[in-house]
């Protein structure tokens, strides 16, 4: 388990503002403007009980993140946990699965749908140089936000949601008038494969919220602020996913086919006129933005907490003197968006990131269970989730019904990626070990 003292060098900044819409913002990202599509083409007026379904196995889940993020402060979030509860190998594989496996190559994506958006407006973005110097600059400002503060990177978090929000509010709210009843009666039920397929879809799009819990050494009483933090961030995303497939289901209704690419920039047409297909590209590339400068907020905590514990290099573990941040581990997360999102390579690697979330929160819902077990400080506030084992156990039920769903390159390649991972702890705990033994030598 981190050290407190290394959290110590980090300030306590984080409120329940800030990370409730850091949630929101890592959550809520460039899928939302396809998701209602393919919502509606599978499972018609059903779509919103789709959305309530995963809302509730999303919520098992969080009520997990909610306890153990109360019982485990220190910086890292999910690495913290699992390795507070099952030691430095579980908590190796979970920093590796989250960072490369998940985080790094999904903000590669997302800097790449952004860029594509933006050339639809810009034609120059479509020049490789051009697309290079722009993800160097967007980068680039994401890395000195970061590193003058995380107060600094919150307060841009919460500009930059707000901001991604406002056309999707736009259309919630004007959409209303312009909704055919016609299109929301239910005229059949989905068979089970076609809902457990959509199913699986709508899962990931929930799925983000625990990048928020990066930044857990420097929330302030986190005892209060995270469970709170995460129950008003999963309702208010779930309201948001509800309200949308509504209106655009009541708007579009049979015509979602013909717009599946883009059906929310379709209803943004109904209203304004063609001006609203170029606001909706605008605010798709502001969407990916905020969720990867989201990223570079959270992540290098993780790496950060690693690199204390012995797990990375040292380097990663310092914290600037002036501004209390881990500046190199921001740079080297950044650094590495920066190589896949230039040199592409990352597609045949992105499958990986089903199953490294899958596998994070499973291990992080029986670290919770776990913990639990442990006698805690009678001083230390903590939140328990109520019904003792039953939500855990859904939430572990939801996961492997996930996994199961998965295909079999997805589960090879995340099968050779923790080996690989494995060979690389075991090759440091060796080198560690014979360094020392060698040290000792020199001193006999």
Not at 40 to 46: P, Q, T
Not at 217 to 244: F, Q
Not at 261 to 271: F, G, H, Q
Not at 323 to 349: E, R, Y
Request: a positive charge; hydrophobic letters at 55%.
């Amino acid at each position: 388990m981190p050290a407190a003292n290394n959290d110590e060098r980090l300030i306590r900044v984080v409120g329940i503002p800030g990370l409730t819409l850091n949630i929101i913002n890592n959550t809520i990202g460039a899928g939302i403007f396809a998701l209602p599509a393919i919502v509606s083409i599978e499972l018609g007026a059903f779509g919103v009980f789709g959305y309530i379904f995963c809302g509730i196995m999303l919520a098992a889940i969080m009520l997990c993140y909610a306890e153990i993020g109360t019982r485990v402060t220190s910086a890292g979030g999910s690495y913290a946990y699992v390795e507070a509860a099952f030691g430095d190998l579980a908590g190796f594989t979970v920093n590796w699965l989250f960072v490369f496996g998940w985080s790094v190559l999904s903000d590669a994506a997302l800097m790449n749908i952004a860029a594509d958006s933006l050339s639809v407006i810009f034609p120059v973005f479509s020049n490789a140089w051009l697309r290079g110097i722009l993800f160097f600059v967007l980068i680039g400002f994401m890395v000195l936000i970061n590193i003058r503060g995380a107060k600094q990177g919150v307060a841009f978090v919460k500009v930059i949601t707000i901001i991604k929000l406002l056309p999707l509010f736009g259309i919630i709210i004007f959409g209303f008038s312009k909704i055919d009843s016609g299109n929301l009666h239910l005229e059949h039920l989905p068979s089970l494969n076609t809902f457990g397929d959509t199913a699986l879809v709508l899962f990931f799009a929930f799925a983000g919220f625990e990048t928020a819990l990066g930044v857990s050494g420097e929330i302030k009483n986190p005892g209060r602020t995270v469970p709170l933090g995460i129950l008003l961030g999963g309702t208010l995303i779930l309201i948001i996913y509800l309200l949308l497939q509504t209106v655009t289901q009541g708007v579009l209704g049979s015509q979602m086919e013909a717009v599946k690419d883009a059906p929310l920039a379709a209803v943004a047409e109904r209203i304004v006129g063609s001006i609203g297909g170029t606001l909706l590209l605008a605010a798709a590339a502001i969407s990916c933005f905020g969720t990867v400068s989201g990223d570079v907020l959270n992540t290098p905590r993780v790496l950060y907490a690693g690199a204390n514990d012995g797990l990375f290099p040292k380097f990663l573990g310092k914290v600037h003197p002036k501004f209390a941040t881990p500046h190199w581990a921001i740079i080297c997360l950044a650094s590495l968006i920066f190589i896949f999102s230039v040199f592409g390579g990352f597609k045949q690697l992105a499958i990986l990131a089903s199953a490294a979330i899958l596998l994070i929160y499973l291990l992080v819902i029986l670290a919770t269970i776990k913990l639990r077990m442990k006698k805690q400080d009678s001083t230390q506030k903590t939140f328990s989730i109520p019904g003792g084992l039953i939500i855990p156990f859904a939430g572990i039920a939801a996961i492997i019904w996930l996994l199961t769903s998965l295909k079999k390159w997805e589960i090879f390649s995340t099968i050779i990626f923790i080996a690989v991972t494995w060979v690389i702890y075991f090759a440091m705990k060796w080198i560690r070990s014979k360094n020392k033994t060698d040290e000792r030598a020199k001193t006999e």
